[in-house]
């Protein structure tokens, strides 16, 4: 008996030792643990950003060449017929909105879906124009139709969707 109780006075406290011990290392783990991860955060942030801003930049500059004020002058040609200007047109806005497809990951939904809708806004005007001018019309007949239904409008979008992708970069500063 006087055994067991020598054995409980040794086993005691090393058993209060260990669990001490555990309850440090543990806290002391769990701290790297959340300094590792937030030191990845911020790694990842220092990464991503740069990308996100120039998204934001790409898909800027995507919106105002797709303006028709920009696109008709540096598109037009006057040797082409108002058909074969709509096929130009059509062309360059699906080129330019191919070529940018890669920066709806960097944006919210809501700024991608408002850059599609400014191309498919543009690829309506076009159309709603070329219909109603004569199958011989000139490129020029054409530019004129287009740039009278856009000035035509109360509320143009591609100023929206540029208002709402430069609040967007703010929220993030």
Known sequence: MDQ?????????????VLYAMYLVVRAFVQK???????EIQLKSKETVLPLRLQAYERLT?????????????RLFDGSLSARQFQQVLLREIRDEFNHNLSQQIYVSEEAWNLVKNVR??????INGAVTALPDDAPALELSKAVLQAYGNR?????SYALSQLKSEIQETF
Not at 154 to 158: A, I, P, Q, S, Y
């Open 154 to 158: 109360d509320n143009e979008l591609g």
């Open 32 to 38: 790297e643990l959340r300094q590792s991860a937030l």
């Open 120 to 125: 498919e806004d543009l690829v309506m005007l």
């Open 4 to 16: 067991l109780l020598d054995f409980a006075k040794i086993l005691l406290p090393a058993g209060l």
């Open 61 to 73: 500059l995507l919106i105002e060449r797709l303006n028709p004020n920009n696109l008709l002058v």
